[in-house]
């Protein structure tokens, strides 16, 4: 089994590396209010940053999509 299909290490990710720093507030939230207050000031290493701690929770939606997708199918 692939990595990026296992749901327990990908859960672990999101809850890791996608919401640390755990205070004042998860990093991820943070970046996410600032993008969508207009994203003023942001810096193309910021972008990163959304993207890096954002990751694991696309491989958590796209785990949750082919699983739906999976049981409808059958």
């Given at each position: 089994m692939s990595i990026?299909?296992?749901w327990k290490i990908v859960i672990l990710l999101c809850l890791t590396l996608g919401m640390a720093p755990f205070f004042p507030e998860p990093h991820l939230w943070g970046k996410?209010?600032?993008v969508f207050g207009g994203g003023v000031g942001?810096?193309?290493m910021?972008?990163?940053d959304l993207v890096l701690h954002g990751f694991p929770f696309m491989l958590?939606?796209?785990l949750i999509i082919l699983k739906l997708k999976?049981?409808?199918n059958t």
């Open positions: 990026i299909n296992n996410l209010k600032w942001m810096k193309p910021d972008w990163f958590l939606s796209r999976h049981l409808l």
